[in-house]
């Protein structure tokens, strides 16, 4: 059944990227492939966790709109988490696999190489486990929401007619624990409210279209 589910979502995310692109027609678009390095932390009401580094890869699409402004998208495949230091030198680290789109509109001013980039990020959620560095092997996190999305925001420069670096900073939105039930010892229900956890994620990112 979860494998299941998630191959609608993924299924729907292709469907949904390729009629967003469909609406804006096909001359001037470019397609390519991206991937690049992540940086993700996981942000309570009061903490921050250290950085865990991992990747996203996947394809690219890019359209000129009016003036010195375009269109990006992408359709990846993201891996993110967070670190954090325990006792004995042992660390918590969290992973989480999702199907990403993000959706960008950039700006160069003056018509040059550099550009700005803002926008949102739509994904579904693959995997989520947590492990501790001394443990052999990585235990499911329960509770988790499958669907994330928040805000983009970073710059870019365009290395020649083919190539493009970009750096981002991704502000998670969505609650990553959903509220749920837990039992006491005397198996009675208690209504668990879960602390607002969201991801952080700086991402540097370099993209070839053909």
Known sequence: MKYRNRMVALFGLVLFSSAFWDGYGQTGIRIG?????????????????????KYNVGLAFAKPLSGKFSLASELVYSKQGSSIDGSQSNKLLTHFDYIALPVMVRFRPAGKNIFLQTGGKFGYLLKGE???????????????????????????????????????????LAPLIKDHWILDGDLNPIFYGADRLVHRVWSMNLTYYL
């Open 130 to 172: 947590r492990l501790n560095t001394n443990s052999s092997s990585p235990n499911d996190i329960p509770h988790l929401r499958h669907w994330d999305a928040g805000a983009l925001a970073g710059l870019g420069y365009r290395l020649g007619t083919h190539m493009v670096l970009d750096v981002r900073y991704y502000h998670g």
């Open 33 to 53: 492939i991206t991937g690049g390095v992540n940086a993700g932390q996981l942000k309570n009401s009061i903490n921050l966790t250290d950085r865990l580094w």
